[in-house]
């Protein structure tokens, strides 16, 4: 277990070089040159020669790479090119919120997932089986941006149970974890039947059964748990789907997340947020993944460390 | 002999000269002090620095947090003295001397000395600083070494006294007064600066109206009222809550809702028709100009836009009124570079007019009766492409085939500033707003040789040495006596460049900002042409006791 585990984070590594390399060219490959943004549209040559001394843009890329690599290694996601600021502090004060709604995203799509998928197994190829998966074919297929306004104009704007967006209380965080959660539960629903319509043929439920326990017993103490089980290994994977839809619902609802900080940094060509954003968030897929196994492992002895 | 205010006024052509005085220190009656309010912005603010804020965002709001010598009367664009008492111009118009009101107090209690504007002016010019509004104040003696790094302060710039400073200009500049109402020109406390480093931006100590009391990042900013101000009896407002992360759509939800009094990012397209079909709402948006105006821009060193009959041609090949119709008539049809309402703009002047025939014969003359395929870069974010597709039709109309190229802005902006990159751009989202209004801002880095560079903002790469050499003679007109005549320059000039056509003029927008029923104050201060969206010192709330 030990040896598995120093393997698979030297391999997280190597990912999060590889991906801070990729993003790094990427981003100034860009036909876009970031000294212009910073210098403004008034600047003389001078200027935005100096300016582009000063944040070291003139040196050739390997050696830009090289030092952000250095900086890195020492913690320093540098500085934002137009605020000035920390890019590690610009991040730190918004990651508890995205991190939140995570949580929040997280529970709502089990919650509203798992009660469908096993609603829809019990009664496999009824009416209610069909409806339910038709509803969690739209969840997967609605684009997030659309469910969020509607959501918003409706529960918020027309009933008036919730605010109009914003951060703060736990009614501000319902509509944007349901509208996360909505894309989320249609992938487990559609998981935990397979999974739970697998449970219900195997061996120890017919003995079970056989022995005259109730159907509501078997359900709930011998199918569940073990149809559950192979699901919540799927949560760690589920994080790198949510960096995608965070920066969709955090800009919706003003939800003021690293989402939104990157979104807006893209727009204003400001390069140390973008790369401190992306390896921020890459990170966190990585363990998400080492999470799914580590969890996997654990829940599943035939699974063989190799 | 020295001029005073007024006559320097007139130099720079602005309107109502004797009335100056009187609007500086006029108070609105029915104003009442107290209540804050809220405006939202979907955008985080980037930095209240007010050496390095340069949107239109955080460009109101550093004017309510700092001042420089010189301002403007709220709700106009004639120039008022600010931190300045009064001042005195030298006969070459070349030495200004500024004496400083007495007992102006920092946020941080410490009172304001000719020391700090010193200071503050060779902080701004410093490269270190990474000032975008650097080059701004190159008339003044000493910028080169200061901007080339073998000087770290201007030798032009000294104090004269503890309320008197001297600026010393290297060449006569009849925009000096407006470059010393630009925020870049703050006068900032050097203690507060040292202490906050490179976040001064999120720590900002001026002499302004209201001082920063909360700010939580990617949340709110709360603007607090400065009760030692030195305009008495301003703000109104106690406090100015800015809610940061929220969609237009959404604040418009929420003013409708009662929840928001300004939304900073104005009346989302999607939206402005209902707003305006709806009396009660509409009553709540006021209308007014802007110093705007977009534009095509036709690269006339790439052929055959090279060849000016091609470029009179596509002058008139655009339906100008169609386009405006495109954005819900939130603009009116531009015939020059100047929007009308800057001093210098050419009245009667019609521009070209719409008239294919016309068009197409001049094409023919210029060897193109087939027309040509030519590209159209545009910005990606809703209403450019559409307004593109427009201008695409109207090419189509004469035989000239333009694909559409929609990129973001940053890329846009790059291929503007190669030589042979953009045959055409649609500057909708990165057109021309003026830093101060005067003529001469929509010249130099835009229609000027100097902007004709790699990296510049000429996009048409269009160099006329001979205006070049006007410009810089109008410029070189400080004597109020003849600011007429700096004014007719101006409009000669661009009269000469639209006989070049290196552009097209669109349209020039017209703001419209939304604000809640309880908000008081003259509608003037809420289309105010320098503090977009609007001027916070001067707006009060109705609902205060």
Not at chain 1, 1 to 11: K, N
Not at chain 1, 268 to 289: F, K, Q, W, Y
Not at chain 2, 189 to 209: H, Q, R, Y
Request: hydrophobic share 45%.
């Amino acid at each position: 277990m030990a040896s598995f585990l120093v393997r698979r984070l030297l391999q997280s590594l190597l990912i999060l070089l590889g991906v801070s390399l990729i993003t790094f060219v990427l981003l100034y490959a860009l036909p876009a040159d970031p000294v212009r943004q910073i210098a403004g549209r008034s600047a003389t040559a001078q200027t935005v020669q100096n300016i582009r001394e000063q944040l070291g843009l003139d040196q050739p890329l390997a050696v830009q790479y090289w030092r952000y690599l250095g900086n890195l290694l020492q913690g320093d996601l540098g500085r934002s090119y137009l605020q000035k600021t920390q890019v590690s502090t610009l991040i730190m004060s918004r990651l508890p919120a995205s991190l939140l709604l995570m949580a929040g995203a997280i529970f709502t799509e089990l919650l509203i997932g798992l009660t469908m998928g096993v609603i829809a197994a019990l009664r496999r190829g009824s009416h209610a089986d069909q409806a339910l998966m038709i509803v969690s074919f739209v969840g997967v297929s609605a684009p997030q941006f659309v469910v969020g306004l509607l959501l918003l104009y409706v529960f918020a704007v027309q009933l008036g149970w919730f605010p109009i967006g914003g951060y703060g209380t736990f009614s501000h965080l319902v509509l944007p974890s349901l509208t996360m959660g909505i894309l989320g539960s249609g992938w487990y629903s559609r998981m935990m039947r397979s999974s739970m319509i697998d449970v219900l043929r195997q061996d120890f439920i017919r003995t079970a059964r056989a022995k005259g326990l109730t159907r509501r017993r078997i359900i709930m103490r011998h199918a569940l748990p073990n149809a559950i089980l192979p699901i919540i290994a799927m949560i760690g994977i589920d994080v790198g789907i949510f960096m995608g839809g965070i920066v969709v619902v955090e800009s919706v609802f003003g939800w003021p997340g690293i989402g939104q900080l990157a979104w807006q940094a893209i727009q204003r060509v400001d390069i140390p947020i973008i790369m401190g954003v992306t390896l921020v968030s890459a990170t966190a897929i990585v363990i998400g993944n080492l999470v799914a196994d580590v969890i996997s492992l654990l829940v599943d002895p035939r699974i063989k460390i190799r | 002999m020295k001029h005073l205010l007024t006559t320097t006024a007139l130099v720079l052509g602005l309107a109502l000269p004797l009335t100056l005085a009187a609007q500086t220190t006029a108070m609105d009656p029915n104003a009442k002090s107290g209540g804050g309010i809220v405006v939202t912005y979907k955008d985080d603010v980037a930095t209240l620095d007010p050496a390095i804020g340069y949107d239109w965002q955080n460009w109101s709001m550093i004017k309510s947090l700092f001042d420089g010598l010189m301002d403007y009367a709220p709700g106009t664009t004639d120039l008022v003295p600010g931190l300045a008492e009064s001042y005195t111009i030298s006969d070459d118009g070349q030495t200004f001397t500024f004496k400083l009101r007495a007992g102006v107090k920092f946020h941080n209690g410490r009172e304001m000395t000719a020391e700090d504007v010193v200071y503050s002016l060779n902080r701004v010019t410093n490269p270190k600083t990474q000032s975008p509004g650097a080059g701004f104040f190159g008339s003044i003696d000493g910028y080169d070494a200061v901007a080339d790094g073998s000087a770290t302060s201007l030798s032009g710039v000294s104090s004269s006294g503890p309320l008197s400073v001297t600026i010393k200009l290297s060449r006569p500049d009849a925009t000096f007064l407006h470059v010393m109402a630009l925020n870049f020109a703050s006068i900032v406390p050097k203690e507060a600066v040292d202490a906050a480093g490179d976040d001064f931006g999120k720590n900002p100590v001026g002499t302004g109206a209201f001082s920063l009391g909360e700010w939580t990042i990617g949340q709110r900013l709360v603007f607090t009222k400065n009760p030692d101000y030195w305009r008495a009896g301003l703000p109104y407002l106690d406090s100015i809550t800015f809610e940061v992360g929220q969609e237009p759509i959404v604040a418009l939800l929420r003013l409708q809702n009662g929840e928001v009094d300004i939304p900073g990012d104005g009346i989302p397209p999607a939206k402005f028709r209902e707003v305006m079909d709806d009396p009660a709402q509409a009553a709540r948006v006021v209308e007014g100009g802007q110093l705007h105006t977009g534009y095509i821009t036709l690269n006339t060193q790439m052929p055959p836009f090279d060849n000016v009959k091609v470029r009179q041609a596509v002058n008139m090949a655009i339906n100008k009124a169609r386009i405006v119709q495109v954005i819900n008539g939130r603009a009116v049809p531009a015939t020059q570079p100047l929007p009308p309402s800057m001093p210098g703009y050419t009245d009667g002047y019609a521009g070209y007019a719409f008239d294919k025939d016309a068009a197409k014969a001049l094409l023919a003359e210029a060897g193109f009766a087939d027309g040509f395929d030519t590209e159209l870069y545009v910005m990606n974010t809703d209403p450019n492409p559409r307004i593109a597709q427009a201008i695409q039709q109207d090419l189509a109309g004469i035989g000239v085939r333009a694909a559409i190229k929609s990129l973001a802005q940053a890329s846009v902006i790059a291929a503007g500033g190669e030589a042979d990159q953009a045959p055409m751009i649609w500057s909708g989202g990165m057109a021309w707003i003026a830093d101060f209004p005067d003529a001469s801002n929509f010249y130099g880095p835009i229609l000027g040789c100097a902007g004709a560079v790699q990296g510049g903002w000429n996009w048409s790469w269009y160099c006329n040495e001979d205006l070049d050499a006007m410009a810089a003679k109008a410029d070189a007109v400080t004597d109020p006596a003849k600011a007429d005549e700096r004014l007719q320059m101006w409009s000669d000039i661009y009269m000469e460049v639209m006989k070049d056509a290196p552009w097209v003029p669109v349209f020039n927008e017209q703001r419209y900002t939304m604000k809640s029923e309880r908000m008081g104050g003259a509608d003037a201060l809420y289309v105010d042409p320098v503090s977009i969206p609007i001027n916070y010192d001067y707006v009060y709330v109705n609902d205060v006791q």
